[in-house]
């Protein structure tokens, strides 16, 4: 089994950063992805960014393209999400997610961290 912990949530002010932190551990795999989404109060969760196992493809949700930026550390089997010129409408749990590389689903997800931005 794979566990997931979130990290570094917490309040901001509008235009502020954050920087988010998910390390996996238990079951290893030789390649996998990892992804950050969000669930706003009210709303379905949505998909934010990914990064593959290589770390050279990233892909960005239009509504934080050039705002947040995700990496990942494979050495220490954990991805970073950088959230700058945040906005009140970033508020929400954010949660990782791994899948295998390849595959279409995430079956392992974290336990989510909140964020809220202050207008």
């Known amino acids: 089994q794979v566990q997931l912990a979130e990290s570094g949530g917490g309040w901001v002010q509008a235009g502020g950063s954050l920087r988010l932190s998910c390390a996996a551990s238990?079951?290893?795999?030789?390649?996998?992805?990892m992804a950050w989404f969000r669930q706003a109060p009210g709303k379905e969760r949505e998909y934010v960014a990914l990064?593959?196992?290589?770390?050279?493809?990233?892909a960005y949700a239009d509504s934080v393209k050039g705002r947040f930026t995700i990496s990942r550390d494979n050495a220490k089997n954990t991805v970073y999400l950088q959230m700058n010129s945040l906005k009140p409408e970033d508020t929400a749990v954010y949660y990782c997610a791994l899948r295998l590389t390849g595959s279409s689903r995430y079956p392992y997800w974290g336990q989510g961290t909140q964020v809220t931005v202050s207008s």
């Open positions: 990064i593959r196992w290589s770390g050279g493809y990233t």
């Open positions: 238990g079951r290893t795999f030789s390649t996998y992805d």
